[in-house]
């Protein structure tokens, strides 16, 4: 195992000081035992393939595993029947909180030059269709007034005895992710999801093209 091994988009966030949850690379199930071992259950495995960009859509997505029983087994159904898939690994990554799911992303519009998009993540992205976006750069002002904007606001905020995310840090994350994708230049940016509570947050997902 190659411990200093790291995909491209988590040296980008860790470029612009945004956090990324605790992981390793393994090539094989010794490899995945010894990295779930050191950064300590539950953990989440993912399939890390170049064809392959929606890893849940082909079952490269196992979560919630607890012990090394279930690691082994998790390990095994993500790797079957993967002839046909250049697999150059599998992400072990610790699991990530619950809260509330956000989607943080970007885009380089043609008229508009980059801009910053957030909203409702996870599967609601497709449920509520929520988003707001604002032309880059953007300040704290700005997501701000991009989190009023959002129909579904209130589950951020805090609604009905639930506690809000923790505002600050959505606004610096959102300030940084501005940052990302304007000084690295990229033609697409998707966080998603990034799951919130009242202490922080946890990036699942990150995904960009340049």
Request: charged share 30%.
């Amino acid at each position: 195992m190659d411990k200093q091994a790291t995909l491209p988009e988590f040296r980008v966030l860790k470029k612009y000081k945004i956090p990324v949850l605790p992981y390793g690379i393994a090539k094989n199930m010794k490899e995945a035992t010894e990295i779930a071992a050191r950064i300590g259950y539950p953990v989440a495995l993912k399939l890390i393939s170049p064809q392959v960009s929606h890893k849940t859509d082909v079952g490269g997505v196992k979560i919630k595993i607890t012990d090394a029983t279930r690691l082994r087994h998790a390990y095994e159904d993500i790797m079957e029947n993967r002839e046909k898939i250049e697999v150059t690994g599998v992400l072990v990554q610790k699991m990530a909180r619950k809260g509330v799911e956000l989607i943080i992303g970007g885009k380089k519009d043609p008229q508009f030059g980059h801009m910053m998009i957030l909203g409702m993540g996870g599967v609601y992205v497709e449920v509520f269709r929520d988003i707001t976006a604002r032309i880059c750069p953007i300040n704290k002002q700005d997501v701000k007034e991009m989190v009023g904007e959002l129909r579904t606001h209130p589950l951020i905020t805090g609604i009905r005895g639930m506690r809000p995310i923790n505002l600050e840090k959505l606004y610096g994350l959102m300030v940084k992710a501005s940052q990302m994708i304007t000084k690295e230049d990229m033609e697409e940016l998707d966080l998603n999801p990034v799951i919130f509570d009242e202490e922080g947050y946890d990036i699942v997902d990150v995904r960009f093209s340049k």
